[in-house]
């Protein structure tokens, strides 16, 4: 017969000396060991560096390279993130391992190279640093990426909010693509341009919006509703966050996704509770209700997404989940 394994209080004992005295022994033979090389005498000194800010993949016959404008930190998520209480909030964040006092977003600008143009989806904070010194990297990251400003044929903005217009001219208010035709929402355009609303609580939105679309103006086109304005990209309105917030099916060679632009902020908070309301939206409510419905065909298609605000580089797939979404990250695919 088989002796019944117990967990007497004696065995207990037992394991527990045996396990300090094993550990006695490793320590005395790691005090007699030969000394190996410490971190202090590595012969590979510390870096201090980072990767380059860009990501490189195929969709159908295109290439999308993904490069950024650098994180964003709005800060305490209560003064963002409202219609739920600041506790349940901080949960929401916690059960996730996010910071709870200091929601930091990312920046993620695809540019699509369908073959016979250069396509960039919204164009970061430029010279602003209303939220700080972290972002205007565009620049930056494009030179990592081997792409020339001049080799950008169109720039398409999702809406005219400083952190996606921010980056069309630079400090001297010169166009940064000279190249680039740019398309935008006619309403967006002229609400944000509007020099009636300099004296409104959106002073620093519309400085901002003139400053960078009026230099261009000759260039400025507007697309409609469900229009492919440009072969491959197709507008679709998701009013609320702005008058004109637009999303974008990016399609090539029979593969798709979606540039969401501002649909939903956070792959946490305005997922999980789509109707939560961001500060920044422009109608709130409507923004919610634009969000559950996009977000709720988006999952239902199985459209692959890229959100410009969620963790770099921002790809992947959505998902019904109870009363709301979740997001999944899609793996990285290196081109070789």
Same mark, same amino acid.
Request: proline fraction near 7%; charged fraction near 20%; charge should be negative.
């Given at each position: 017969? =088989? ?31 030969p000394r190996l090389i410490t971190p202090a005498e590595a012969r ?7 990767? @380059? ?45 996010l910071d709870t006092k200091n929601v930091v977003l990312e920046q993620?600008? @695809? ?63 010169? @166009? ?48 409609k509703d469900g229009q492919e304005f440009l072969p491959g990209v ?49 109608? @709130? ?46 793996? =990285?695919?290196?081109?070789?």
């Amino acid at each position: 017969m =088989m002796k019944r394994l117990t967990t007497d209080s004696t065995e207990t004992s037992f394991s527990r000396r045996s396990l300090l005295a094993l550990s006695g022994g490793l320590a005395a033979t790691a005090l007699a060991a030969p000394r190996l090389i410490t971190p202090a005498e590595a012969r590979a000194p510390k870096l201090g560096t980072q990767a @380059p800010y860009y990501y490189r993949f195929g969709l159908g016959d295109a290439e999308v390279n993904v490069v950024s404008d650098g994180p964003l930190p709005l800060g305490d998520p209560g003064g963002s993130f409202l219609g739920v209480p600041k506790e349940e909030v901080a949960q929401m964040l916690a059960n996730n391992f996010l910071d709870t006092k200091n929601v930091v977003l990312e920046q993620n600008i @695809p540019i699509v190279n369908m073959g016979d143009r250069l396509i960039m989806f919204d164009t970061g904070m430029g010279t602003s640093q209303l939220f700080g010194p972290t972002t205007g990297r565009l620049g930056g990251s494009l030179t990592e990426a081997g792409i020339k400003p001049e080799d950008i044929d169109a720039i398409v903005c999702s809406h005219a909010h400083i952190d996606h217009i921010g980056g069309i001219v630079g400090a001297d208010g010169k @166009p940064l693509f000279p190249n680039a035709e740019v398309w935008l929402s006619e309403d967006d355009f002229n609400f944000w341009t509007d020099e009636g609303k300099l004296g409104s609580s959106a002073k620093a939105f519309v400085e901002h919006a003139r400053k960078n679309l009026l230099p261009v103006r000759e260039r400025i086109k507007f697309f409609k509703d469900g229009q492919e304005f440009l072969p491959g990209v197709t507008a679709i309105a998701a009013p609320g966050h702005t008058v004109g917030h637009t999303i974008f099916i990016v399609s090539s060679g029979g593969k798709s996704f979606c540039f969401m632009g501002d649909l939903t902020h956070h792959p946490v908070l305005l997922l999980e509770r789509p109707l939560m309301e961001f500060a920044y939206d422009t109608d @709130p409510k409507q923004s919610a209700q634009t969000r559950v419905k996009l977000l709720g065909m988006l999952a239902d298609e199985r459209i692959p997404v890229m959100s410009y605000h969620f963790p770099w580089p921002g790809f992947g797939n959505l998902a019904r989940a109870g009363e709301g979404f979740r997001f999944y990250a899609e793996p =990285m695919k290196m081109i070789r």
